[in-house]
């Protein structure tokens, strides 16, 4: 009978870390045609570092100052990374207020009395009066070695760039290689981050296709399409703005322990540990599955 089939392929996976929520999941990844991956915190570790800065003022701590007091009140692993360099400088900051994230964009604020802000190019250049060709020079370069460039702005003026970077998880590459050689037709690379920090990763891990600046429902648009031309189509994700990628995919996967909850929430399937070596194996299961129930 079918049950029994499905529950051994679901008590195997679980012994190899990978939890099925149901057994329609089950026959599903078998079937997987295409696959997305986040970027940050998926196909990365997101335990992000400040690897860079430049500052307008090299002798003053403003930088950091304004850029800590900022990401303090966010939660995104850039501002999880800025903080704890300011703090690792032994630098102090006055408490902002009246801070608004702006999701996939940065961060503005009033600190001592003048509006403030951090986040990507695009978003802080529209409160700055100048940009030298210089700046974009710099940051150019730096997401060209896949690091993301925070800009710092405060009162109008440019204070400087700070250039964080992530590390590729060492399965990724390998993990990638592998659903290929199963037989996966196309591999994807969904980010918010920027086009040129995106391909120097994809690089890396060999992803077919890249599509970046995407904002949540970006992602949600783009499994879609995927959809239409794969029909089967699989979602890797760990972060809150993955879940309506991973709600809209067939299969939806989230991280086990870098997930946020939304996202575990969401997925049909977990990866325990972050193992993404283990979708082979998925993937394997799910196509035996298939086989015993026909
Ligand atoms: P990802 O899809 O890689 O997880 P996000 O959608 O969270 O990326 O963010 C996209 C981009 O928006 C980041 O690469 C960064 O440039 C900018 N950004 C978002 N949040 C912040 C923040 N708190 N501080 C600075 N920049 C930010
Ligand atoms: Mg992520």
Redesign the pocket.
């Known amino acids: 009978s079918i049950m029994p089939t499905l529950l051994s392929g679901i008590a195997n996976g679980a012994r190899r870390g990978i939890l099925f929520k149901n057994g329609a999941q089950l026959e599903q990844i078998g079937r997987v045609r295409a696959i997305a991956f986040?970027?940050?915190?998926t196909l990365t570790t997101g335990h992000l570092q400040v690897v860079n800065v430049l500052a307008s003022q090299p002798d003053s701590p403003q930088l950091l100052q304004v850029a800590a007091a900022l990401?303090s009140l966010?939660e995104?692993p850039?501002?999880e990374a800025?903080v704890q360099a300011a703090r690792q400088h032994n630098i102090a900051w006055t408490t902002a207020s009246n801070g608004k994230?702006?999701?996939?964009?940065?961060?503005t604020a009033d600190l001592e009395d003048q509006s403030a802000v951090?986040?990507?190019a695009d978003?802080v250049r529209t409160q700055v009066k100048t940009i030298s060709t210089h700046w974009l020079e710099q940051s150019q370069q730096w997401e060209s070695e896949g690091k993301?460039?925070?800009w710092v702005a405060q009162a109008g003026e440019l204070l400087g760039l700070i250039a964080v970077a992530d590390m590729v998880r060492p399965a990724a590459a390998q993990a990638i290689a592998r659903l290929k050689q199963l037989g996966v037709e196309q591999v994807v690379m969904?980010?918010?981050?920027?086009p040129r920090?995106a391909n120097s990763i994809a690089e890396q891990v060999g992803v077919n296709q890249v599509y970046a600046e995407?904002?949540?429902e970006d992602k949600v648009e783009v499994i879609r399409k995927l959809q239409q031309q794969y029909q089967t189509v699989a979602m890797v994700g760990d972060?809150i703005?993955d879940a309506p990628a991973l709600a809209q995919a067939t299969v939806g996967i989230a991280m086990g322990a870098a997930g946020s909850d939304v996202a575990l929430e969401t997925a049909d399937i977990v990866l325990m540990g972050d193992r993404l070596e283990r979708l082979e194996h998925a993937i394997r299961l799910g196509r035996r599955a298939q086989s015993i129930v026909k």
Do not use: R
């Open positions: 986040d970027k940050t915190g990401e966010s995104h850039i501002g800025i994230a702006q999701a996939g964009q940065g961060i951090v986040g990507k978003f993301t460039v925070v969904l980010t918010g981050d920027n920090t995407l904002l949540p972060g703005n």
